[in-house]
């Protein structure tokens, strides 16, 4: 039972980076099963292997050995055109620095994530207002991202993150230039995807916020310290 239920699967997972003169272990024999509509955070210092994690599971990445199953399918030596693929029919990013196109407006921004998915034109206009509803930003579709508040941009991300409907949506730091306030409705968000049943993995600094998810992570030194259930 728990084998179908589990959408990402890590089994002594390395991640290791070479120079000429350095060998750098990122991550080091990590093992970690996420399951199908779970909101997970991982926490831990900088340097930790945060990111690092992160990237290889929303197919950024490869890991140097281990096992990686995303969705059932073992994907650790798999090709980048097949990365890619699961990657943008399955995998949404949301990042701290919001990563909006300047020069595109709201509306347009959120339009890029569907843009390699072969959805019509019609479609596309379709999801794009409804996730815009969704995160309360319908108004502003025509602004360009520096007409917006940071707060305002975020959501702007998160709508771009979950217009595809993707199967797990992966958070860097995503309440990390926001003010209180704004990373509380950033965070009820998240709360809201998740209980409609995507996955989220979110890196955060934050105890407080790590407290929403159900599960937390916390790692140190490119290892898995320690675990803790905080909801059901």
């Known amino acids: 039972m728990v084998e179908v239920n589990t959408m ?4 002594h997972v390395a991640k290791i980076y070479r120079t000429t003169e350095v ?3 990122a991550l080091d024999d990590v093992s970690l099963e996420i399951s199908a509509g779970e909101f997970l955070a991982i ?9 690092t994690l992160l990237n290889i599971l929303g197919l950024l990445d490869s890991p140097s050995s281990g096992a990686y199953s995303f969705c059932g399918e073992e994907v650790a030596q798999a090709s980048e055109q097949r990365l890619t693929e699961l ?11 919001f990563n909006l196109i300047d020069d595109l407006t709201v509306a347009e921004n959120v339009d890029v994530a569907l843009i390699y998915r072969r959805v ?3 479609e596309r206009k379709r ?30 991300a998160i709508a771009r993150a979950m217009v595809a409907n993707p199967k797990v949506i992966l958070a860097d730091e995503p309440t990390g230039n926001l003010d209180s306030a704004n990373g509380d409705a950033v965070m009820n968000l998240l709360l809201d995807v998740a209980k409609a049943g995507t996955t989220i993995v979110m890196v955060t600094h934050s105890l407080a916020y790590a407290g929403w998810a159900q599960r937390t992570v916390k790692l140190l030194d490119g290892r898995v310290v320690s675990e803790t259930l905080l909801a059901a």
């Open 23 to 25: 060998e750098t272990r």
């Open 120 to 122: 019509s034109a019609a």
């Open 8 to 11: 990402l699967k890590l089994e």
């Open 43 to 51: 926490m831990g210092p900088s340097g930790c292997g945060k990111s």
């Open 127 to 156: 999801r794009v207002a409804e996730a815009l509803e969704r995160v309360g930003i319908a108004h502003r579709a025509r602004h360009l991202p520096q007409q917006l508040s940071g707060g305002q941009q975020q959501r702007v």
């Open 87 to 97: 990657r943008r029919a399955s995998v949404g990013f949301i990042f701290q620095s």
